[in-house]
């Protein structure tokens, strides 16, 4: 199992800075000043590529930096995923009216809260999730707020989410930009909407990736790899949005798929949660959101 020695420590500066290179080369890319998300210590990037530029709103680390995407077109704005606390969903709704067009749609990618949590602030915005997340957040919703609420208050909703839209995997063409929807099932979650916009070349992955955080223990790393993996094949695509962390590019793949291989071999040799972590932090030292291992002990059921 791995220690955290020099070596370690300075494999873990070299990937962090690695990944803040390729962050910072990414073309036309700006780190935006906006006044709702500075206060809440949430950041926001907006990438151009041709006639759509993408809007991206991570949360603090201590809110897991979970993202959500504005796809901005010519006349109006398609979110992927709402936040997860009441705060960060009005300092994303706040970058959306900041450019001045109304909001199309909101997809709702999966069905972990931490992605839908702030989705009622959003109200009267048309949401949309494939049948399989739509049925696991009607499911599981009542007891998810009140689970979610005893720990985190009232920055959590009390309202169930509506979703009135079905999301079915193939191609739309929405204000002329031509959006590829693509369904995965069993791996982070139970089933995971990913958008893809190839005249873009930008794959909004969601939780099939984490950028520099830590990942959700999952329900299958073993799929879940395969489809990374399948994912890297694809060619056309340059940057990756996550559901954790800044915008990334292709080579990211590579990285998570190092980071569940790993995982699931210091499980093997791990007694508790608690073991697990250590390895998983002494491996990766430098990932942010360290609040998504209190959730390692999953892997243990």
Do not use: C
Not at 177 to 188: G, L, Q, S
């Amino acid at each position: 199992m791995s220690q955290l020695t020099r070596r370690n420590w300075l494999k873990g500066m070299a990937l962090a800075w690695a990944g803040a290179a390729g962050l910072l080369t990414l073309p036309g890319m700006t780190r935006r000043t906006l006044a709702q998300a500075a206060a809440s210590g949430s950041t926001v990037f907006s990438i151009p590529r041709g006639n759509v530029t993408f809007h991206t709103y991570v949360a603090p680390d201590a809110g897991f930096l979970v993202t959500t995407h504005i796809i901005e077109t010519e006349t109006s704005l398609v979110l992927v995923d709402s936040q997860f606390t009441q705060s960060q969903a009005r300092g994303a709704l706040a970058l959306a009216e900041s450019t001045g067009k109304p909001i199309n749609r909101v997809i709702l990618s999966h069905s972990h809260p931490d992605h839908w949590g702030g989705l009622n602030v959003f109200a009267g915005v048309p949401v949309f999730a494939s049948a399989g997340v739509q049925a696991a957040v009607a499911a599981s919703a009542e007891g998810t707020i009140a689970n979610v609420r005893a720990n985190f208050g009232d920055e959590f909703t009390t309202t169930a989410p509506v979703i009135e839209n079905v999301i079915e995997a193939g191609n739309e063409t929405i204000d002329g930009v031509a959006f590829e929807f693509a369904i995965y099932n069993n791996a982070e979650d139970a089933e995971q909407v990913v958008v893809k916009l190839p005249e873009a070349g930008v794959m909004i992955l969601q939780d099939l990736l984490y950028n520099d955080a830590y990942f959700f223990p999952g329900l299958n790393r073993v799929n879940w790899i395969s489809i990374l993996e399948e994912l890297r094949a694809g060619e056309g695509y340059d940057l990756l949005l996550a559901g954790h962390g800044f915008p990334a590019r292709l080579g990211e793949l590579t990285n998570a798929i190092r980071y569940l291989t790993f995982f699931n071999e210091a499980r093997a040799t791990s007694q508790t949660p608690d073991e697990l972590n250590a390895a998983l932090q002494a491996e990766f030292p430098a990932y942010g959101a360290a609040g998504i291992l209190g959730f390692t002990g999953l892997a243990f059921q």
